[in-house]
């Protein structure tokens, strides 16, 4: 048996005061009835009132005026095009980025092949054969102690001659 204040279950069909008991989770042992309670008579009005107002509100919110829903369209319309720009200039950013890459790629490989060329090229040059050439066949001579005239160049690798040489 159950004491007061516990539930307990039923079999079979339910009369509504057995329905009314398992909703407030009581059971009633006794010839006794039952006292009400003042409280929930209380309680129960502002529950009504609260019912009410929830509804007017849900009831003016399915009311909308034509300037707030134009508004939200504006709004969504603005967004959707935002968005749609963004999306865009990351796609930009990111072909860029792509291309950049491809041609940093390209600009190493000839980079590498410019080298190797040079390597083999330069392999390939024997300067002692050059010095032969120029001094036997072509009648090249070494300069002399007089010959060599030194400039001071101001911030350049090299010296353009655009004058004669004076004596």
């Known amino acids: 048996m159950a004491s007061r204040g516990q539930t307990r279950q039923h079999t079979g069909r ?10 407030n989770h009581l059971y009633v042992y006794g010839s006794t009835a039952r006292e009400l309670d003042v409280r929930t008579a209380i309680t ?5 009132a609260r019912y009410n107002a929830a509804r007017k509100n849900r009831e003016k919110a399915m009311h909308m005026n034509p300037a707030y829903v134009l508004f939200c369209a504006t709004a969504l319309l603005v967004s959707g095009f935002i968005l749609i720009s963004y999306i865009r200039l990351q796609s930009d950013i990111t072909n860029s980025i792509n291309h950049i890459s491809a041609l940093e790629s390209e600009l ?58 004076p004596d």
């Open 14 to 23: 339910r009369t509504a005061a057995r329905d009314a008991a398992a909703r």
């Open 44 to 48: 129960e009005e502002p529950k009504r």
């Open 108 to 165: 190493n490989a000839l980079r590498l092949t410019n080298d190797e060329e040079y390597s083999r090229i330069e392999s390939s040059v024997n300067l002692e054969e050059i010095k032969k050439i120029a001094i036997t066949e072509l009648g090249m001579t070494y300069a002399a102690e007089g010959q060599v005239v030194e400039y001071s160049s101001e911030g350049s690798d090299y010296v353009r001659q655009i004058e004669d040489i």
